[in-house]
């Protein structure tokens, strides 16, 4: 039962929920039952029907529609009288600023992707509101409350990368199944149906042949002379034939390895599809395309033949030139795809087939494709509950008795879950802390352009940044800049460090600023000469940002990297930046604090947890004194 004080708080607070999807339903839903009057909702996603199995407040008629809107809207039918705000929009658009955030007494997110998560985490400590963040991945769980200079940060541990695979182990070496499919995805697919301009490792394979470079350049592109089987055929003779046969001239790479085999299209289908299958255009006329729907292929769980897989692979490039012509261009991979899941399945199962891999089903190829670590609504429903009671605290002011609780997999002590007392801020955060950071670079060769791409924003999350030396300005973004300041902006992209105009060498100490989230870091410059292509592709290795000591064994924080269903790290998922919409109109560049910390407060290790499986009987409790003080640190 909720003290009077309680209800009070609930009853006068104004909340931002950010996420409606998996633990933003659940989140909704008990917030409206807890009593809370005033609740904001941004979410930039629509309903689909995956979402269905967990997500209780969509119903098949909302599939298509807002989830912020959606989920106001079943919520309202039985909580007529409280007020929810929804947001169909991404949670970075410039509208939702500092000004913004300082309206709410919590912000509570429900996210599924690091980039997300940062941008929120930055907006919090900008405006000074406390940040209650989550995250679940299957029966795992998380929640932790995050108030500036009290306790840490979002990102004040790093969170693990995503696994990325040497260039060579992709392109010429594959072992593992995963290697297949990060070729099928990553470079075959973004080749065919990506955007044309991207970087692709696809044609240094290409120009490998000896062939000039004008050929390299054309072997994906369909020429008007060919029909779409021809073509369907002649890249995949390219690629399981040609490419193969190219790579098995380097004796040297397969002294200590089996050798491929190449593959050709005739030899695993003989007869040409069309004269086999008549006219295939009616069987697939309108509606999602499908090439299993087609071929008669109804159970994903099958492991396909090598020859199946090779009429999936011509049948589903068919069809994307012939039923989604528009899209082709502009194509990244989708788990939801169902097209380009058959594509990439397909792809990589003959890639395996010629390494000696063994081949996978379409569910399987999906799940790794996607990453995907499917879901449990009743950790989702868990771990909605533990931050309504981690905001109830927030809003009373309860500053000593905040937790970061886990829900495990394996519970312990027939307790699933496992509260700790949250972690001060780490001293070196370069977010929450003013700790510069430092980049060894080859001052000489990286351009401008690498360093806002890769680092500003692919590693320090920006979005607006201003990259400054001193007192000059090198580069920002903003639609109020004059034509003559973009065009210099524009030319510094291309230079390289040492050229710029105010030379940037070893020594320099560079600022790098976000206006929409108010953040800003130094950046100490080191030259280096020599960068190895594989390990340190960027070119530019970013370093100083030191993990706060926490006892890895005991107490392995879940990565809250990637998806409210899929708090863990887990490999190839990459990170996705969301585009931008609106300007910068609300921006103003001012320096925070150094936080603050509580120096008698010291961080303890956490009881070393023991996996009781002899007795399957659990114990969910709600006596979070006496849990928090038998797992407190
Ligand atoms: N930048 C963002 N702005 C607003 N909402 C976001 C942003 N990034 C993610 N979200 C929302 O966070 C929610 C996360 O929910 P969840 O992890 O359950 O994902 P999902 O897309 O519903 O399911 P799945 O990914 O498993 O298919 C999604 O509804 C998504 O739209
Ligand atoms: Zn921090």
Redesign the pocket.
Known sequence: MASEEQISAIKRAKVLM???????CELLKTLALSGFQDIHI????TI?V??LNR?FLFRQSHVGQS?AKASTFTILRFRPKISITPYH????ESRFNVDFFKEFDVVLN????LD?RRHVNRLCLAADVPLVESGTTGFLGQVTVHLKGKTECYECQPKPAPKTYPVCTITSTPSKFIHCIVWAKDLLFAKLFGDKNQENDLNVRSSDTGNSSEHSADVFEYRKDEDIEQYGRRIYDHVFGHNIEVALSNEETWKNRNKPRPIYSKDVLPVKMTEKNGDTEKDCATGDVSVMAFLSLKNPQDIWSLAENSRVFLEALRLFFSKRLKDIGNLTFDK?DQLAVEFVTAAANIRASSFGIPLHSLFEAKGIAGNIVH?VATTNAIIAGLIVIEAIKVLKKDNNNYRMTYCLEHPSRKLLLMPVEPYEPNKSCYVCSETPLSLEVNTHHSKLRDFVEKIVKGKLGMNFPVIMQGASILYEVGEDLEEDMVAIYAANLEKAFSELPSSVISGTVLTVEDLQQEFSCSINIKHREEFDEEKEPDGMVLCGWVEAPVDKDNNKPIGNGE????ALPSEEKDVEI?EMSGGTETVTGKKRKLSEVDESKKQKKPEKLDVDDEDDELVISDDWESLAKKNRV
């Open positions: 950010v996420g409606a999807g998996g633990i933003g941004i979410d930039m996603d689909e995956s979402n997500q989830k929009a991404n949670v970075k429900g996210l599924d992707n997300a939801d879901a998806s409210t269903s899929n969301q």
